[in-house]
Each structure stands twice: as C-alpha cells, then as structure tokens.
T-cell receptor
Framework: DTEVTQTPKHLVMGMTNKKSLKCEQH?????MYWYKQKAKKPPELMFV???????INESVPSRFSPECPNSSLLNLHLHALQPEDSALYLC??????????????FGPGTRLLVL | AQKITQTQPGMFVQEKEAVTLDCTYD???????LFWYKQPSSGEMIFLIY??????QNATEGRYSLNFQKARKSANLVISASQLGDSAMYFC????????????FGQGTTLQVKP
C-alpha cells in the first residue's frame, strides 16, 4: 500500500482566514514533505520532516506553518495568505531521507484558491 | 544551472505505439537516484520508475522502462503500447545523496495519446 491521503481536496479562503491542510500516511515512513505546485510547473519543495523534526525549510514565508504531530500526520497551517499562494499543495512521504533511492510517494493534493 | 532538463514541453503519440520522453541530468555526486512521475490532470503525482546510479541494468516496470545512459547523463522514459490513460504530464526527477531529502524536478513533458 503506497497511499498518502490529503484533506481537503479543494479549499477557498480569504486573505484573513486561518485554515489547515492535512496529510496522512500509514506506510511507516519517517520522512514527510510539503510541496507547492503552480499550473504547468514542477513541484517546489517547501518543508521536509524527518523523524517528526523539521529538517528542511526552503525559506518559506511564515504565513505557512508546518506541523508534524506524529510520524503518520503532517499539517500545514495557513494564515494571512496572498492570492499568489493559490496553487496545488502536495504532500509526500518516504522511508527516510538518507539515501539517493528513497522514493517519495505523493498524495492527491489540495487545490487552494486565495481570494 | 539546471540539474534536470526535459527538452520536450509537449508530445503526441498514437495509441498502441511506443514513445520516449527525454531527460538529461547534471550532477557531480557519484550516488544519485533518478525517478519518473506521472501527473494526470487530477493532480496526483504517481511514481512510475526508479533508477539508481550504480544499477547495472535499466529499470523496467510493466510498460515503463528507463533507458539509462550514465556517460551521457540521460535517463529517458520509454512507454510501450501507449494507452489513452497515459495522457498526462511526466516529470523526471533526481535525488542526490549529498542533497538529503530534496527531489529535483525537471520542467515536465505533456504527453497526449491520440486514438
């Protein structure tokens, strides 16, 4: 089973709202990732969690706040977003981060629209 | 400098024919992994195939095979017997041992399968 689930599938929010994206995996993976993807572009890495600790933050604005409550769950808290933050947000997981062969498995994504 | 280059923004193939999607990469790390992902219009990134830099044989997974030419730094994806459901965006990606956790994506190739 290589399933990563994400909720919600779609989200519309105003610039003053606070919302959260949720990602879950039950593959026993110890690394989880958030990516942002604009239309017709490759995904851009935002955050990496390894063993529930934040290991990479790709200089993401503080209006995006990640959280890893346990090894199966990854949240992305959103606050005071801008219209340019509208995108597909993808979550992924892998066994670990130490090898070049660690395959990342992606969820279906959350399509976010900021008005 | 771009580490992953996909030179074909868009391609067409007739149903049941084979198609090759090009990918070249650049790295000085002797240990790296190469991945191909499929992204249909629904948004989910689907892992297709993996090739390690030390693998002697080309990877195959069903109708997908990876034509790995290490000296040329190319990792082309070959899809045999194309199906209408193969219409999607395809991304080539690389993961270096020295770049823990980071998957570097190419710009993608949009494949359309004609009936």
């Amino acid at each position: 089973d290589t399933e990563v689930t994400q909720t919600p599938k779609h989200l519309v929010m105003g610039m003053t709202n606070k919302k959260s994206l949720k990602c879950e995996q039950h593959m026993g993976h110890r690394a989880m990732y958030w990516y942002k993807q604009k239309a017709k572009k490759p995904p851009e890495l935002m955050f990496v969690y390894s063993y529930e600790k934040l290991s990479i933050n790709e200089s993401v604005p503080s209006r995006f706040s990640p959280e890893c409550p346990n090894s199966s769950l990854l949240n992305l808290h959103l606050h005071a977003l801008q219209p340019e933050d509208s995108a597909l947000y993808l979550c992924a997981s892998s066994q670990g981060t130490s090898g070049s062969g660690e395959t990342q498995y992606f969820g279906p994504g959350t399509r976010l629209l900021v008005l | 400098a771009q580490k992953i280059t996909q030179t074909q923004p868009g391609m067409f193939v007739q149903e049941k024919e084979a198609v090759t999607l090009d990918c070249t990469y650049d790295t000085s790390d002797p240990s790296y992994g190469l991945f191909w992902y499929k992204q249909p219009s629904s948004g989910e990134m689907i892992f297709l195939i993996y090739q390690g830099s030390y693998d002697q044989q080309n990877a195959t997974e069903g109708r997908y095979s990876l034509n790995f030419q290490k000296a040329r730094k190319s990792a082309n994806l070959v899809i045999s017997a194309s199906q209408l459901g193969d219409s999607a965006m395809y991304f080539c990606a690389m993961r270096e041992v020295s770049n823990t956790g980071k998957l570097i994506f190419g710009q993608g190739t949009t494949l359309q399968v004609k009936p």
